[in-house]
DNA sequence: AAATATATAGACTGATTTGTCTATTACAAA
DNA sequence: TTTGTAATAGACAAATCAGTCTATATATTT
């Protein structure tokens, strides 16, 4: 059960590095087999499919990015130093991994109606950073109403999420910059 | 040379709608040729190759975005109306393709780096609306210095890119309308 | 009518796809 | 030591992939 020697775990850390660098329609199970050094039926044994070995890579990577956000807002205090530290860990991430975009759209964008189950990994994820940033904006706009709060807390989520795919066009950070400046006049000063 | 005779048109719409439908790599171009009703031949003598009959793709799906947006900003006259009337077809547009999202996003969460010029093709055409909606924010906002007109410029860019890809996820007009508000209130009311 | 260009049908290549199956090996617990 | 589990290697199936090629047929133009 220690990393290396696990055949699930190994197979699971190349299908995520292959999934995301080369895409998921792009990817054969032999490949990932191979490089993983792990036998086909051990492949089927642990997931069954290769979609099911698809919503496992989701899965991962929401728990992964989720430690990475908790860890980036939980250094700060006020609620507006929390959201500021989500653009932070955001631009962190995405030069992480070389510009390569949001692992969950590029999959959606992949799979069009093929695969109900990881569109509803991808909806379960988006959904909860929704909520996530929405919460922090609020506790951040304590005087103003909810409906403002509420739609701020939506243009900061769609602001983010759209520097993430433009990040991905350009391999650059100038969406990521812009958006956090954008966020600091719309939290105030 | 009228439409539904002419092999190399009838070819590129097939294969617009299951590009866009099924997805690029899951589109084999036997689907299309079977659905087109074109000989192999044919589509190797006027695209050369599958990677080619995409880029022929995208140019086609950028001349239709534009032609559409045209049609929309054109029917107003302030500035301000032109840029809502960017969110407007914006809906519009969704709707129409069922929430399926934006072909050149689609398309380069699919390539990854197989592909470098279908990868052009994206970048040029999302350069080109960068630049479209930035004339219009910085026209509705004569009297912002440079600096901040630029910003919010991008700032409507990266709502506007947000909201295509986060109507796709929810497959609902929520993201669109968010925007809407938003922009409102950054140009003034 | 003859010549030229374009489209069609479809065989074929060689590689690859996901998934199943058999048979063998390694290891751990009883 | 025996028994049961998990991993391995790899053959195999049936389908599909992009792309090439030959041969025939249809139009258009000169």
Redo the contacts with the bound molecule.
Sequence with gaps: MSGKS???QRMLETASRLFYTQGY???????ILEES??????????F????QLGIAYLQSAREEWFAGLDKWTFAKHAPKQKVLACIDFLEYALRMNDFRGCKFLNMLAEIADSSPLMRQQIIEHKAKLREYIKELVIRSLPSHSPEEADLIGDSVYLLFEGAIVESKIYKDTWPVKSVKKMIKNMLGE
């Design positions: 696990d055949p699930k329609n792009a990817t054969g199970i032999n490949q050094k792990v036998a086909k039926a051990s492949l089927y044994q642990h069954g499919s290769k979609d």
